[in-house]
Nanobody
């Protein structure tokens, strides 16, 4: 199995940028499809972005399209979520996730994923 550790969260002003990182250990991270989810206080966890096994396909929630980019550096066993043009409503705890999955397939449901990190807090001030 793979273990995931996120980092890169913090406090940023509206319009700013952050890059979240997710280091996968225990197994080759590129063998897994990857996802990012977020959960704001009092709300359910929601899908943000996904990357397929093989890094051939990406998928994004409508509210982040054009602002966020998911990527992975397989040499470093690290996934990323580049977040630009941040808004106060992006404030949440962001989680990295992984599932063995099918090559070339993205997964947008939290129940699709077997492995989760502990989360990293992103706070966007207005």
């Amino acid at each position: 199995q793979v273990q995931l550790v996120e980092s890169g969260g913090g406090l940023v002003q509206a319009g700013g940028s952050l890059r979240l990182s997710c280091v996968g250990t225990g197994r080759t991270f590129s063998d897994y499809a990857m996802g990012w989810f977020r959960q704001a206080p009092g709300k359910e966890r929601e899908f943000v972005a996904a990357l397929s096994k093989g890094d051939t396909r990406t998928d994004y929630a409508d509210f982040v399209k054009g602002r966020f980019t998911i990527a992975r550096d397989n040499d470093k066993n690290t996934g990323y979520l580049q977040m630009n043009s941040l808004k106060p409503e992006d404030t949440a705890l962001y989680y990295c996730s992984a599932t063995y999955g099918l090559y070339g397939t993205t997964y947008t449901g939290s129940s699709d994923y077997d492995y989760w990190g502990q989360g990293t807090q992103v706070t966007v001030s207005s």
